[in-house]
T-cell receptor, first 115, second 115 residues
Framework: DVKVTQSSRYLVKRTGEKVFLECVQDMDHENMFWYRQDPGLGLRLIYF???????EKGDIPEGYSVSREKKERFSLILESASTNQTSMYLC??????????????FGPGTRLTVL | AQSVTQPDIHITVSEGASLELRCNYSYGATPYLFWYVQSPGQGLQLLLKYFSGDTLVQGIKGFEAEFKRSQSSFNLRKPSVHWSDAAEYFC?????????????FGQGTELSVKP
């Protein structure tokens, strides 16, 4: 079974802090994704990566950056946390390919609160 | 642009009653369609997927979905709901020729189950 783990389930940070959210997958997947989830808005894609050191902006990249130095690890960085970044953050991974291969496997999520 | 619409934000059904969650997509070519479930405080789990063949797809936990190209719909059904089905449900679509494996998610439908 694919396992996607996220470094923290709950995180509380202060405004202006630099925040790192870590995601690790153990199935050698090429693609990795970061979403944020807010009530009524569903899942919105922040960034994704289809290979090591490769990244592309999703729908809401502002205020975030990412790092993928190793295939299994994809980090989301909030350079200077703000209260409007309080949210649930979900990491996902999938194998390379089209159509049915686009099934994504999700981690349990990190609920981030910025005070 | 591709999009997915889940018209119902919140649905309440009685335990033992049947369930249908609606999903409409907007995409010109053959879509690849997914339904995910998110239990409270958890990540997303795949229920079922459609990419070709029989338009009635069986999934886990007794769920099924029917692809109707003429209606651009992929509705999720269950004949008899259990209290443990209370969760949020997301419909998603992948492009036929999809670089990077991106999915487009609907806004989600929250299901409550009455005893």
């Amino acid at each position: 079974d694919v396992k996607v783990t996220q470094s923290s389930r709950y995180l509380v940070k202060r405004t202006g802090e630099k925040v790192f959210l870590e995601c690790v997958q153990d199935m050698d997947h090429e693609n990795m994704f970061w979403y944020r989830q807010d009530p009524g808005l569903g899942l919105r894609l922040i960034y994704f990566s289809y290979d090591v050191k490769m990244k592309e902006k999703g729908d809401i990249p502002e205020g975030y950056s990412v790092s993928r130095e190793k295939k299994e690890r994809f980090s989301l960085i909030l350079e200077s946390a703000s209260t409007n970044q309080t949210s649930m953050y979900l990491c996902a991974s999938s194998i390379a390919g089209q159509g049915p291969y686009n099934e994504q496997f999700f981690g349990p999520g990190t609920r981030l609160t910025v005070l | 642009a591709q999009s997915v619409t889940q018209p119902d934000i919140h649905i309440t059904v009685s335990e033992g009653a049947s369930l249908e969650l609606r999903c409409n997509y907007s995409y010109g070519a053959t879509p690849y369609l997914f339904w995910y479930v998110q239990s409270p405080g958890q990540g997303l789990q795949l229920l079922l997927k459609y990419f070709s063949g029989d338009t009635l797809v069986q999934g886990i936990k007794g769920f099924e979905a029917e692809f109707k190209r003429s209606q651009s719909s992929f509705n999720l059904r269950k004949p008899s709901v259990h209290w443990s089905d209370a969760a949020e449900y997301f419909c998603a679509v992948a492009q036929s020729y999809n670089q990077g494996g991106k999915l487009i998610f609907g806004q989600g439908t929250e299901l409550s189950v009455k005893p």
